[in-house]
């Protein structure tokens, strides 16, 4: 296995295991499966564990499997405080109390603030007093190191970064949403700080090997020599300084093999001129598939009403290039549930944005047909219903 370091000089493993998909029966988890794919994975060198308070039955099944096995001491924990239920300081205790049970350990190595959208969301935390709470827990050794998982735009990704002194953080990255949410400037302004950063989403759930174009997936056939599209993907990230460890959703034998194997292979500075090429050519296949030819570049924004143009514009194409549900489900999150309300209907045709675009979009049209698909009436009623809940629910 290809190790890097953390802050503190721990080696990570550079594949991380994603605990949010392992596979279900009956609605529940099977950990007899998870507990073999879990210890294959330890056994090939994968010591990174990443999982959280809402993924269901998670945390208890990875608590249970590294008991049984004798091997919490073989491996990094990571996991998150549901930040988005914390009314006050004893529910974060609360919360964190009940994980710690889960988990069957008295120790989170690494704990991140999840799904922080902007830094009004870490602001509001420090005002509970979030700070002490996670200062007494580093100084007791409760916590090893804390960081946060992210949802968001660019500009609020380096803005929650200037907020605090982070030990890690966790952004989705993939050689499609290379300019969009933290994107390379996110990872590289990480870098700058000395912030190691963990991959989520590195084949965008899957849909960059299984909801390729055909197109996409006969050139790699073609020209990757051999590479799957998961390896190429993979590689393109393995490539990349700042990156500590890329996580997977791993729920087979099979893929666990594959993707340790992948990860003994890669290194930094290793993508060749083909390779990046072939990159290139397989994203613009993908972008032939788009309805706005957004880059991300942001010269739209800010915008003086609040609206993320370019995250409604990413999400909206997504709609197209993977499915209507993975765009839709992915506005509701990064968009929708924040703080301050950034959707496409705060629009009130200023104009502003299409002065400045690049890309010279006709932004105010696309912004009424990306709203129009993003958030049907069912949808719209099902966002206020989770932000009155996520604003105003349990503490």
Not at 231 to 257: C, H, K, P
Request: proline share 3%.
């Amino acid at each position: 296995m290809y190790y890097t370091e953390d802050r503190y000089g721990h080696k990570v493993s550079r594949l991380g295991f994603g605990c949010m998909r392992f596979k279900r029966s009956a609605g529940s988890i099977d950990v007899n499966k998870a507990e073999k794919e879990i210890m294959d994975a330890i056994g090939r060198g994968v010591n990174y564990f990443d999982t959280a308070y809402i993924y269901p039955g998670s945390e208890d099944c990875l608590g249970e499997v590294l008991e049984r096995n004798g091997a919490r001491d073989k491996v990094f924990i990571a996991t998150k405080l549901p930040q988005y239920l914390i009314k006050n300081r004893s529910a974060a205790e609360r919360y964190f109390k009940e994980e710690l049970k889960r988990l069957r350990t008295d120790q989170v190595d690494f704990y991140l603030m999840h799904m922080l959208t902007d830094v009004k969301v870490w602001n509001n935390l420090c005002a509970l007093g979030i700070r002490d709470w996670i200062e007494e827990k580093k100084s007791s050794g409760a916590i090893g190191q804390i960081g946060f998982s992210f949802h968001g735009n660019t500009a609020a990704f380096k803005e929650i970064l200037e907020a605090y002194d982070w030990d890690f953080c966790q952004i989705q990255y993939n050689y499609v949403d290379e300019h969009t949410q933290a994107g390379r400037a996110g990872l590289e302004a990480a870098r700058e700080r000395g912030i190691p950063v963990v991959i989520m989403e590195p084949l965008r759930g899957g849909k960059l090997v299984t909801m390729l174009p055909q197109k996409a997936k006969d050139l790699i056939a073609e020209r990757g020599g051999g590479l799957s599209p998961q390896e190429l993907a993979f590689r393109w990230l393995y490539d990349q300084e700042g990156i500590m460890t890329v996580l997977s959703g791993m729920n087979s034998l099979e893929m666990v093999e594959d993707n340790c194997r992948i990860a003994e292979r890669a290194a930094e500075g290793k993508l060749g001129a083909e390779e990046m090429a072939l990159i290139a050519d397989v994203k613009a296949e993908i972008a032939r598939s788009i309805k706005v030819p957004c880059t991300g570049c942001g010269y739209c924004m800010p915008c003086p009403h609040g609206v993320d143009i370019p995250g409604a514009f990413r999400c909206y194409n997504r709609m197209f290039t993977e499915s209507k549900s993975s765009g839709r489900g992915e506005y509701m999150q990064s968009v929708g549930l924040r703080k301050e309300k950034s959707v496409t209907t705060q629009c009130v045709g200023c104009g502003r944005c299409e002065k400045h675009c690049p890309q010279h979009i006709e932004i105010i049209k696309e912004l009424k047909n990306a709203g129009s698909a993003l958030m049907p009436l069912p949808r719209r009623i099902a966002l206020e219903v989770a932000r009155r809940f996520l604003m105003h629910g349990k503490g």
